[in-house]
């Protein structure tokens, strides 16, 4: 399994980026699972819940430790934990997919696509380890390799493609 982070500040791109790379990858038959770190806190931040008069949420309000409820071909989980990020990504990789795309956890070991607005948000991400690429520097001579703008979509989508050992040529 090949696992990638995608990590920048608020409003980078970060979700439109990995929904487009999910489905570009999906469009090329991988199985593909995603971990998204929320950035809100608090006990369940600002996430929307289910409606409370769901069995679901009356198991998890009851202080069930794990709630699934599954139906209608899919499966919704909830804990009443916050798990550390190697528990997240054993539940994210149950179904061993080909690929794990993991939106933020900066500070967490894995090849990092980081995104940037501006040189600032640069010069506070710059440190983080495992930079396989930046988006969003243009003119800039950095040490990694670089992207000018997420709007470069066939870039990224060949970027990611040689990354993961392919040739779209």
Avoid at 64 to 81: E, R, W
Avoid at 141 to 152: A, L, V
């Amino acid at each position: 399994m090949k696992t990638l982070h995608v990590v920048g500040f608020k409003n980078s791109g970060k979700t439109t980026l990995v929904s487009r790379w999910i489905s570009f990858l999906k469009e090329r038959g991988f199985s593909v699972s995603a971990i998204k770190q929320h950035g809100h806190y608090g006990k369940h931040g600002s996430l929307k819940m289910p409606d409370e008069n769901t069995d679901s949420m009356r198991f998890f309000q009851s202080g069930a430790d794990m709630s699934i409820v599954s139906g209608g071909g899919a499966v919704q989980m909830m804990l009443n934990d916050t798990p550390d990020f190697e528990r997240l990504k054993k539940l994210a990789t149950i179904d061993q997919p080909d690929i794990l795309l993991i939106e933020g956890f900066k500070e967490e070991n894995g090849p990092k696509v980081v995104l940037v607005k501006n040189e600032a948000d640069w010069d506070s991400l710059k440190q983080l380890q495992d930079i396989e690429l930046v988006v969003g520097i243009k003119n800039k001579p950095i040490s990694f390799p670089q992207i000018g703008s997420r709007e470069e979509e066939q870039a990224l989508n060949n970027w990611l493609w040689n990354w993961l050992g392919g040739d779209l040529s």
